[in-house]
């Protein structure tokens, strides 16, 4: 079986490079770069990507072997009437990795037909650092990085409004684009750039709050030699997600002229306002895969699908979503979105694993989760359910649990500070108040609202005196 390169393939040359990515991982390559591809396809947008590492672990090496081609494999509908379709993606053109190659990553923010930056760094990306200097090469920090980015853009083209850019974060955070905005120019404030840098930012560069949405697995488990058959090549990339896609862009009219995809049959949207929506997604599809990821790991379980169709934590997950999330939204097409997307979580196609669900659970909880616990304590109810995820949550960072290592990935400094908390023998209660009082991880004191402490405390304690699955039935219908 031949490997995927541009030879093998026999590709086009590519066009362009118009797109910086920073994040070559299984979401932006399942989502954003293959809807780069259907927008080059269905019109004349012509453009290329140049993916940026935006951290110094692992490598793209994988990626660099095929020269950025790798297929997209789509599932959707019921076992009985399956639906698949297989998509080369060509429109990736290379890698920079600023780690190894800082030149190179300031020369790519000195291209003139750059117009696109796109990002993936989760929710735990879009943070600020003050220790960050303009002359790291480069930050750890993503904003940081940009900034120096953008920086470099500004001083290379004199400020010239014309070689602005278009930013759409993916990171699933509230106003992620005002957000990535603002600490750029904290960022400038700190190395003290001139005035002339944020004016054009102001100016020149539109930053976009955003909202995406499609389950992407990852590459798929089974026989990789039958898939390779299949694809006809060798395929180390490929990447399988589910049919549904969207992209909800808040942004000017005007963007459609460089956007087009009112030309295609994308599920891509420009809108006045994003925060609706990202209420809705965030809250009941997110908020619901980082609970059954939590929770489904503790049970031993491996894959979204397994939880959501186990006859215990199955009926929580749809307690939780219909009686605990859905009454905190405004939209009125919460409980219809919410059906779809436990049907999607049901897609007999695809395998997304929870250990992947579960990384940087910390701030996933805090933007998925904690909206609709704080609603729930302002109404003045007792959220038992979310109390238990809770505490689940402060297990699992507990590192020891009946049947191995659970996979916890997240921010090493955090991860020691919780070791820490558990390795210091205090009570559940105490353990629980010290966790729950820590603003860095929450954005609030969290010990404030009623009552919780103890909830979570008390969860905490039973999750250690009888099975989980006893709790799990215990609030379930």
């Known amino acids: 079986m031949p490997p995927l390169n541009r030879q093998t393939a026999q590709t086009p040359a590519p066009a362009p490079e118009r797109i910086v990515q920073f994040g070559g991982g299984n979401f932006l390559r399942g989502f954003a770069d293959w809807i780069v591809e259907q927008l080059n396809q269905q019109t004349d947008f012509a453009s290329s990507i140049v993916i940026v590492k935006p951290t110094p672990h692992g490598s793209y090496a994988a990626l660099d072997a095929q020269e950025g081609l790798f297929h997209v494999r789509l599932t959707g509908g019921a076992a009985d009437n399956p639906v698949t379709q297989t998509a080369l993606v060509t429109c990736v053109r290379r890698t920079v990795n600023p780690y190894t190659d800082y030149a190179a990553y300031l020369s790519l923010a000195r291209q003139p037909g750059l117009r696109f930056i796109v990002s993936n760094t989760t929710e735990s990306g879009i943070v600020y650092d003050p220790a960050v200097r303009l002359a790291d090469q480069p930050s750890e920090s993503f904003p ?81 030699a039958a898939t390779f058959a299949a694809l006809g090549y060798t395929d180390q990339l490929l990447v399988e997600g589910e049919v549904y896609h969207s992209w909800i862009i808040e942004a000017p009219v005007w963007l459609e002229r460089e956007l087009p995809f009112h030309l295609t049959d994308l599920n891509v949207k420009i809108v006045d306002d994003v925060r609706p929506y990202h209420a809705l997604k965030v809250r009941i599809l997110n908020g619901a895969h980082t609970s059954l990821a939590l929770l489904g790991l503790l049970l031993g379980l491996e894959t979204v699908r397994e939880a959501v169709e186990h006859p215990l934590l199955g009926p929580f997950i749809r307690d939780l979503v219909f009686a605990d999330i859905v009454p905190t939204l405004t939209l009125p097409e919460a409980p219809q979105f919410a059906e779809a997307v436990l049907a999607r979580f049901r897609n007999p196609f695809l395998h997304h694993r929870l250990a992947n669900i579960a990384q940087n659970s910390l701030s996933k909880f805090r933007t998925r989760l904690l909206p609709s616990l704080s609603a729930a304590a302002l109404r003045g109810e007792s959220p038992e359910r979310l109390a238990l995820v809770f505490a689940a949550l402060i297990r699992f960072y507990g590192g020891a649990w009946p049947g191995g290592a659970l996979p916890v990935n997240d921010d090493p400094a955090r991860v020691a500070w919780l070791s820490q908390v558990w390795a210091s023998g205090v009570s559940a209660r105490d353990l629980t108040a010290q966790v729950l009082a820590h603003q860095d991880l929450w954005g609030a004191d969290l010990t ?6 103890d909830k979570v405390s008390a969860q905490l304690v039973r999750m250690d005196t009888q099975p989980l699955d006893q709790l799990v039935r215990e609030h379930g219908h």
């Open 144 to 224: 940081a990085k940009l900034a120096a980015f953008l920086y470099e853009r500004y001083q290379h083209f004199g400020g010239d409004r014309a070689s602005g850019c278009i930013v759409l974060p993916c990171e699933l955070i509230e106003r992620n684009g005002e957000q990535l905005k603002a600490l750029i120019v904290k960022y400038a404030d700190l190395w003290q750039l001139e005035p002339g840098f944020t004016g054009w930012l102001d100016h020149s560069c539109l930053f976009c709050n955003t909202l995406v949405d499609r389950i992407v697995s990852g590459f798929p488990p089974g026989d990789s």
């Open 448 to 453: 404030t609202i009623p009552q919780l402490v």
